[in-house]
């Protein structure tokens, strides 16, 4: 809902102010909640901020590129960074909305703090995307970042693990907010808080789509209006394949020939892969047990590369 009478968030720079404001909330015993992003907010963003401000007394919203998750070829240069556009859109979104919403509570910004850091502030020693030229402390969770999207995508759960682990300790949140889009980063970053002792809970946020069904994904805006078409491939594969493990197929073969078979229907989108995986190891499966499976992939429309995923008889 738009409304002129939601109050801006504070936007901080650095990690000095950032740890002056969050000493105020120490003391005044506020539960603080996280959500980090790259920025170039859209609804998903605007969900999980929206979750963590029910849950939470306080909210901080970081926006940080993070060069250490790019691999030299990858789009870190084109990404897309829009603070002043996404600052407009939180000054104008609303935490509750609709009848009966509390018209105090609607007033508050869904951030409290904007935290948005320069790469020298959050990389003081300096950061190369060439995992050889690296140099100081990075963080890997071993066993589940080599699989799925860490086979295209080597370093890039190191990236992750370390910027949020970083991010963790600027913030020292009660609560971190991560998008069920990003299926397996949610599976590393839960391994990490418990194999780091790290005092902090993930919660993981259900995918938001558009009324197409294409996971909301701030790489949607590399898409030509032509390319809006193909680039439901994935999620109607997904959904071809859910509904056959509806009907009770619990074989690898079965479904992910459902799945393929959308995509040899659609040459404007080429698969890179699928993934049917137990939902806690990440390992392939050849059957859905009773834990049941994360099936996902990832394909591309042009240049773009997207990712999406459905759980199949589990929750993260
Ligand atoms: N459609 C969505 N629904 C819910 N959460 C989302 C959605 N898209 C992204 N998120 C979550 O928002 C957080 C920040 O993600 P990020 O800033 O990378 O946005 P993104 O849309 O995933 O970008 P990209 O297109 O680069 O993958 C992550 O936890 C991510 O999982
Ligand atoms: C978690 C994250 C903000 C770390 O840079 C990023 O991977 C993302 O936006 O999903
Ligand atoms: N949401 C994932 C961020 C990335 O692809 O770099």
């Known amino acids: 809902m738009t409304i002129s009478t939601v109050q801006s968030p504070v936007l901080i720079h650095t990690i000095r102010d950032l740890r002056a404001w969050r000493a105020t909330t120490t003391r005044e015993g506020q539960a603080v909640g996280f959500v980090p992003t790259m920025g170039a907010l859209h609804d998903g963003h605007l969900h999980l901020l929206r979750t963590a401000r029910?849950?939470?007394?306080?909210?901080?919203?970081?926006?940080?590129?993070?060069?250490?998750?790019?691999?030299p070829h990858e789009d870190l240069a084109t990404y897309p960074r829009t603070l002043d556009a996404d600052l407009a859109l939180l000054a104008r979104s609303a935490p509750t909305h609709?009848?009966?919403?509390?018209?105090?509570?609607?007033?508050?910004?869904?951030?409290?703090?904007?935290?948005?850091?320069?790469?020298?502030?959050m990389y003081p020693a300096g950061i190369s995307t060439d995992v050889r030229e690296q140099r100081g402390t990075f963080v890997e969770v071993l066993g589940v970042s080599h699989q799925m999207e860490g086979v295209t995508r080597p370093h890039f759960f190191r990236g992750v693990a370390t910027i949020v682990l970083k991010l963790f300790n600027a913030v020292q949140p009660d609560r971190a907010y991560f998008g069920q889009k990003d299926v397996q980063q949610c599976v590393v970053l839960r391994n990490m808080?418990?194999?780091?002792?790290?005092?902090?809970?993930?919660?993981?946020v259900p995918t938001v789509r558009s009324a197409t069904g294409l996971a909301l994904s701030s790489r949607n805006r590399y898409l030509t209006p032509d390319q809006m078409e193909p680039a439901l491939t994935l999620r109607r594969a997904l959904v071809a394949a859910s509904e056959r493990y509806e009907t009770g197929e619990r074989r690898r073969t079965h479904l992910l020939k459902a799945a393929h078979a959308v995509f040899a229907t659609e040459p404007r989108a080429q698969l890179e892969y699928i993934s049917l995986a137990h939902p806690v190891t990440l390992a392939e499966l050849d059957v859905v047990g009773q834990d049941g499976a994360i099936l996902s992939g990832a394909f591309r429309v042009g240049t773009t590369r997207l990712i999406d995923n459905i759980l199949l008889g589990?929750?993260?």
């Open 54 to 71: 029910k849950q939470c007394d306080r909210v901080v919203l970081s926006i940080f590129v993070n060069p250490a998750q790019f691999a």
């Open 98 to 121: 609709g009848p009966g919403a509390d018209p105090m509570a609607a007033s508050r910004p869904l951030a409290d703090v904007v935290f948005a850091p320069s790469p020298a502030e």
């Open 193 to 204: 808080v418990r194999d780091l002792l790290l005092p902090l809970t993930v919660v993981t």
């Open 314 to 316: 589990c929750a993260l």
